[in-house]
Structures are given as C-alpha cells and as structure tokens.
C-alpha cells in the first residue's frame, strides 16, 4: 500500500525532478521486495513444529535474514527523509512524510513478530543461536 502511494507520488514529482522520482520508484519497489523477504522468512521461523522449538529454539538463520531486511528498510526510510527535503511542493513532501509514518509503523510491526520469534525458551536454542551467528 504504501508502495504503490510511493509510486504514485513519484509521477507527481517526475515533473519537479526527474531523479528523486526515479529514487522514490526504486525505493519503492525494494520496499515491496524486502517486506515479501520478511514475511517468508516469519514465515518460515515460525513453521517449526513446536516440538522441534522447544528442542532448538527457532529458526535463528530465518530471523537472521529477516534483520538484515530490517535493516535495509530503515536505510530507505533514511533515504525517504533525505528525498523529502529535496521536494520543492509542501503538498506532496506532506504525502510523502505521511508513507514514511506508514513505512515506520510497518517496520515496527514486522520486528515485534521477529522479537517474539526469537523469544521464548529451548532446550539448545542457545547452540542453535550461537551457530547462526
């Protein structure tokens, strides 16, 4: 959703800056990518048979990857901010802020299910963890 207002943003300002539109469109569309990657690595993490978590705990190479994909997310939204004080029109830097509030509130969402994921008690979770890096 937020994506495609991105998108949608970007054709306003291709007539203001053809470069920051070409940078929303790109950011946009590794957003869409990366939030995919995170919720099949969730996904995956927390497919274990529960029997299997409390042996070895989750699966800490999926929660892995999906923190790294966080923090590529919050790289863009860093770049977000940048591009936002680049637009000229008040109207659609406002717009703009306001799917980056939406791209915030995704991510903290998103890592609240990788904090619980990775919670919780396992009889060699701590190998498993420790293996995983």
């Known amino acids: 959703m937020a994506a495609e207002n991105l998108i949608r943003l970007s054709s306003k300002v291709q007539t203001q800056n053809a470069g920051l539109a070409t940078q929303l469109q790109n ?3 590794s957003q869409v990518q990366s939030t995919e990657k ?7 993490a927390d497919g274990k048979n529960s029997l299997v978590k409390f042996f070895t705990g989750a699966d800490y190479k999926q929660i892995k990857e999906a ?11 860093q770049e977000l901010k940048q591009i936002k004080s680049q637009i ?7 717009e703009l802020q306001n ?6 509130a995704q991510n903290v969402v ?3 299910q990788i904090d ?3 919670g919780g008690f396992s009889v ?4 498993f963890k420790w293996l995983n890096g």
Do not use: H, P
């Open 27 to 29: 950011i946009a569309k």
């Open 38 to 44: 995170i919720s099949q690595n969730i996904d995956k």
């Open 67 to 77: 923190s790294q994909q966080m923090e590529q997310n919050r790289l863009r939204i």
């Open 88 to 94: 000229k029109n008040s109207g659609d830097a406002t």
């Open 99 to 104: 799917q980056i509030n939406v791209l915030e």
């Open 110 to 112: 998103l890592q609240d």
């Open 116 to 118: 619980n994921l990775g």
């Open 124 to 127: 060699l979770g701590w190998l």
